[in-house]
């Protein structure tokens, strides 16, 4: 049973991982710094040895409500309320993103893709795995090692063609 439990997450964390990095990538997180504070995280991660763009992408996901938020806001309100708390999610961070001067949608489109790939999945994976997949998704990016992380959204961003 645990090995089960253990799986579903490790499979929302693949998905959600998926779907907030692309998102972001394709939404042009990597190229340039979109909102304040962005391009101070950048630097400072490049100092430390990590890639610029990785660390506009790490930036602009602490300073605005991107795809990253988007999907674990999503996750959340889908197990409280079903496909429409997800919708009610993406509206959130649509307001989280002007409010925060984003001009970007990336938190939106995110939030509304993690709503459908919730609902894809829910014979599977049910939305509380979603949960805990996305909190291990955001670690993995911000919390385990900048520099190497950073490096992996510069390379995903350049093989997307997106910087």
């Given at each position: 049973?645990?090995?089960?439990?253990?799986?579903?997450?490790?499979?929302?964390?693949?998905?959600?991982?998926?779907?907030?990095?692309?998102?972001?990538?394709?939404?042009?997180?990597?190229?340039?710094?979109?909102?304040?504070?962005?391009?101070?995280?950048?630097?400072?991660?490049?100092?430390?040895?990590?890639?610029?763009?990785?660390?506009?992408?790490?930036?602009?996901?602490?300073?605005?409500?991107?795809?990253?938020?988007?999907?674990?806001?999503?996750?959340i309100?889908?197990?409280?309320?079903?496909?429409?708390?997800?919708?009610?999610?993406?509206?959130?961070?649509?307001?989280?993103?002007?409010?925060?001067?984003?001009?970007?949608?990336?938190?939106?489109?995110?939030?509304?893709?993690?709503?459908?790939?919730?609902?894809?999945?829910?014979g599977?994976?049910?939305?509380?795995?979603?949960?805990?997949?996305?909190?291990?998704?955001?670690?993995?990016?911000?919390?385990?090692?900048?520099?190497?992380?950073?490096?992996?959204?510069?390379?995903?961003?350049?093989?997307?063609?997106r910087?």
């Open positions: 049973m645990i090995l089960i439990e253990t799986g579903k997450i490790l499979a929302a964390f693949a998905i959600c991982w998926l779907n907030f990095v692309i998102v972001d990538t394709y939404f042009g997180l990597p190229k340039k710094p979109g909102v304040l504070g962005a391009k101070v995280i950048g630097k400072k991660i490049e100092n430390v040895g990590g890639n610029i763009n990785g660390g506009y992408f790490m930036g602009n996901i602490v300073c605005s409500p991107d795809a990253s938020a988007g999907t674990l806001m999503a996750s309100f889908y197990y409280l309320m079903g496909f429409e708390g997800g919708l009610i999610a993406a509206l959130f961070i649509y307001i989280g993103n002007r409010l925060c001067n984003d001009t970007g949608y990336a938190g939106t489109i995110g939030t509304i893709t993690a709503t459908i790939l919730i609902y894809l999945f829910s599977f994976i049910s939305a509380e795995y979603f949960i805990a997949g996305m909190v291990l998704a955001i670690f993995s990016i911000q919390g385990v090692h900048h520099s190497a992380a950073s490096r992996l959204l510069g390379s995903i961003a350049r093989k997307m063609g910087i």
